[in-house]
């Protein structure tokens, strides 16, 4: 097909609106939480012996610098929130947002004494709810949020900062570090469990880009872990450090040139979905390097028709991305119906790939006066569950009729039983993602070509018990042809072989070095090995 015909017939500049949304919609966020309530039991931990007390949180109150929050006080309503409304039922027994590593080391050593259980909190994302608990301490990390270059290409950053703050401290010179798209993510989180987005083919995933972290253990011992310095632990954060091994307070990454990009969002109509993901799942995972894109299935509740949608971005030319979408059109064998590309500055990129389009930095984030929020927040919490898949081959004429068939049913989810959406979001790896040896880090994932993230969503207050069903069955249909893999950052508490599917061959040997790093099992839940 003629790239003029292409674009002729399907570019159009007066989606502004509907292109931020789509752009924040789909450039996954490393974070939205699985289907299962959090309230399910975790297994029982045992640290320290308790001093049958009980724990007086004024003394402990007054051996910190920053601020614990306790049940009975004005903030905690906030204090305790996740950002997925869903967790909302969850009440930690104090939130202590922590001034720095004494502050953290004073905040385990209570919970030793006082056999408490410990949830370490950055961002507030966790997909299992666990970084909060019913009874636990809390320990937040939102005011060591300091970003700032370390040389010609590093950078240091605290671990309560967000990927805002990690984007525009670096983009100021010219550099950045891959990581995700939803601006509250926590670095944090994302980085210790993987970490992808729209440059990881250019780049690399988050955690490839780890060089240093520092952390403070269950015995309260600061450990910083390089490649000089405890080389085990640095392998296990990169990509395996949600099992628990301590309170990470600084990461030190490796940065890359922050170039001008060109975006595009391709949209057809319904019926040549198929044929979309047909062309897609070949088109994406091969484009060289510098080029991301990802493939969008979505449904709104009570009827209507479902859409396809196919982002892209580059490190590289507009010609190459003009290129490569025509190449796309070619093998769907029908022009977009519409199209957009536009040329954006690397900041700019980012936040409206995060929903930030137009907004300050203090109006990207959630509304608040505690740490990590702003008073002038304009962004909102989610209702939303999501599992994921790895695939290492295209889907078969089959799976993708059944992909395309489970998207179309969510349009039959009635509005009175809380309404949403269900989407099924199509991530090209490949590229530098999948040039590390699965043995090098933690994360193991190197052989896929697609991650699929499965999300549904709910009115809030509405139980989301349809749409969760409709969550379930979605994967359940396409698991004959997925990897039998899953995406840490993505936890599902209702997997049953949840160590094979994250960790696959680095399961034993992150279980050996979590039992030497938190020997009496303070971090311990339900997936922490």
């Not at 296990?236 to 450090?241: K, M, N, T």
């Not at 769907?332 to 930030?356: D, I, K, T």
């Not at 840490?488 to 960790?503: G, K, M, S, V």
Request: proline share 7%; glycine share 12%.
């Amino acid at each position: 097909m003629d790239r003029r015909s292409l674009l002729t017939t399907g570019l159009t500049t007066g989606l502004a609106t509907g292109l931020t949304a789509v752009m924040a919609a789909t450039a996954g966020c490393d974070g939205p939480p699985p289907t299962t309530p959090a309230s399910s039991p975790s297994p029982p931990v045992t640290p320290a012996p308790s001093s049958g007390r009980a724990p007086s949180w004024k003394a402990l109150a007054a051996g910190l610098d920053g601020p614990l929050v306790l049940p009975g006080d004005e903030a905690y309503a906030t204090a305790r929130q996740l950002y997925n409304r869903r967790f909302d039922h969850l009440r930690p027994a104090a939130v202590a947002y922590v001034a720095g590593e004494e502050d953290v080391r004073e905040c385990l050593a209570f919970a030793r004494r006082h056999g408490l259980r410990v949830a370490a909190r950055n961002g507030g994302h966790s997909y299992g709810g666990w970084s909060s608990g019913d009874g636990r301490l809390v320990v937040d990390v939102s005011r060591l949020a300091r970003v700032e270059a370390d040389g010609a290409a590093g950078a240091v950053a605290g671990a309560g900062a967000r990927l805002v703050d990690v984007y525009r401290a670096l983009a100021a010179r010219g550099r950045t570090v891959p990581a995700g798209s939803c601006p509250t993510v926590g670095v944090t989180g994302l980085t210790l469990g993987g970490g992808h987005g729209v440059v990881s083919r250019a780049y690399g995933l988050t955690c490839d880009n780890l060089e240093a972290a520092t952390l403070v253990t269950a015995e309260g011992r600061t450990v910083r872990a390089s490649a000089d310095e405890e080389p085990d632990l640095l392998w296990a954060l990169r990509g395996g450090g949600l099992a628990g091994f301590g309170v990470v307070t600084e990461l030190r990454f490796r940065t890359h040139p922050a170039p001008p990009t060109v975006t595009a969002y391709l949209n057809w109509p319904w019926p040549r979905a198929r044929a979309v993901l047909a062309a897609w799942q070949v088109w994406g995972p091969d484009l060289p390097d510098e080029i991301w894109s990802q493939l969008h299935l979505s449904a709104g509740a009570g009827g209507g028709t479902p859409t396809v949608t196919v982002t892209a971005m580059t490190l590289g030319g507009r010609g190459d991305l003009e290129d490569a979408v025509d190449r796309l059109a070619d093998r769907v064998g029908a022009p977009a119906s519409s199209v957009a590309l536009r040329e954006r500055g690397f900041l700019e990129a980012m936040l409206v790939f995060g929903g930030c389009a137009g907004l300050s930095e203090e109006q990207c984030r959630l509304p608040g006066p505690l740490p990590g929020r702003s008073p002038r927040g304009a962004l909102g919490r989610e209702t939303y569950a999501a599992l994921s898949d790895f695939f290492d081959r295209p889907l078969p004429d089959a799976g993708r009729a059944a992909l395309t068939t489970a998207v179309e049913a969510f349009t039959r989810t009635a509005v009175a039983e809380g309404g949403g959406g269900g989407s099924v979001a199509l991530t090209a790896l490949g590229g530098a993602v999948n040039r590390v040896d699965p043995a090098a880090t933690a994360f193991v994932h190197r052989r896929s070509r697609t991650l699929a993230q499965y999300a549904a969503s709910w009115q809030p207050g509405t139980r989301g018990a349809v749409q969760q069903r409709w969550l379930r069955r979605t994967r359940e249909g396409m698991r004959r042809y997925a990897s039998g893999m899953a995406y840490q950052n993505y936890a599902d508490p209702a997997l049953a072989d949840w160590r094979r599917a994250y960790y696959g061959e680095a399961a034993p040997r992150l279980a050996r070095l979590r039992r030497r790093y938190d020997p009496e099992g303070l971090f311990t839940y339900a997936q922490s090995l």
